[in-house]
């Protein structure tokens, strides 16, 4: 989760969240370079006392300053691309977890092997012990194993919603009707929280996601305890 | 934002009077089809003299600028340059002072919206929720750090938990 006033991404728990910050990074000193070169040029220009009323034709310059932004932005879409073709690569999922929004909740279906269904809702205020995340913990998370590909089928049983976890680098809209894709792999393990990301009435901000990573042992004996316990 | 009255001025008439700040003086109605007189720093030698009625003294001094210019008086050279220019360049680079006015004008409505702020946390808003008390957010720390939130390069890796504080 983040923590107060935090500005920057929360670190990254799958490989193409990795990716994605180090092309934010990339992107945003592009910004920066270009913002700070533009202030500079207002600064200039409004502190002068000089004025040249004769300009006509400025040849070199107009191709300059044609030429290198374009450059600069095929500097920024060559990893754009490749980030993105990184996302939608083939990556033969060991689990495949059906994440359904609800009217304020999510439910979670591992079917794969067993008929592991259950909801989860967010935990309110005053239900909450001492220390845990206001408006972010639920009463069951999702788990799943470390170092496995994983893909998540979201969709939606009323209206829309979207499954977004920011530490992981997902997020997928959920249109009721639809079964949208979308796959992590978690590098680390830990609990990784998230928002509902699509407005859907009034508990829009009370449908939080938590996904918990640990390794495939104590995957295997959550299940089974969720079996038992449904 | 039209807060300066040059902007007003602009917007309200097609005539260029315009009085500015800390320059008291109007200038003429001005008829953009006949030459005109500026004072502008850029252009310095305007279409016409700003004087466009002589007196006799004034006429008879303009036939002594014709001949040698060592002959003229300091206070006749300087006659003589007011009667072809309104302002001198120091004049017309004369500072106004407009900003002590814009800096005055944004301090005056940030403090005014502070004290709206003000108002609105005292009257309006609800109480916090009981997770902004300190002793909640301490342990929401702690879980933080035991939950290794952000290890990496974030939170949790900026405390050191051999020797039990932050790094």
New interface residues.
Partial sequence: MAHPAQMGFQDAATPVMEELLHFHDHALMIVYLISTMVFYIIVAMVTTELTNKYILDSQEIEIMWTALPAIILVLIAMPSIRVLYLMDEINDPHLTIKAMGHQWYWSYEYTDYENLTFDSYMTPTQDLTPGQFRLLETDHRMVVPTDAPIRVLVSAEDVLHSWAVPSLGVKMDAVPGRLNQTAFIASRAGVFYGQCSEICGANHSFMPIVVEAVPLEHFEIWTAMMMEDV | MLLSRRGLAAFSSSSVKMASHGHGDVTEQGDMSVPMYWDR???PLPDKPYQDTLSDADKSLKQKEKGPWNHLSKEEKLALYRMTFKESFAEMKKPTGEWKTVVGGIFFFIGFTGLVVLWQRYYVYPPH???LDD??KA??V???LD?????????S?KWDYEKGQWK
């Fill in positions: 720093l850029d252009t929720p009981r997770t002793e909640w342990k929401q702690k879980r933080m939950m290794r939130m952000n290890p990496v390069e974030g939170f890796a």
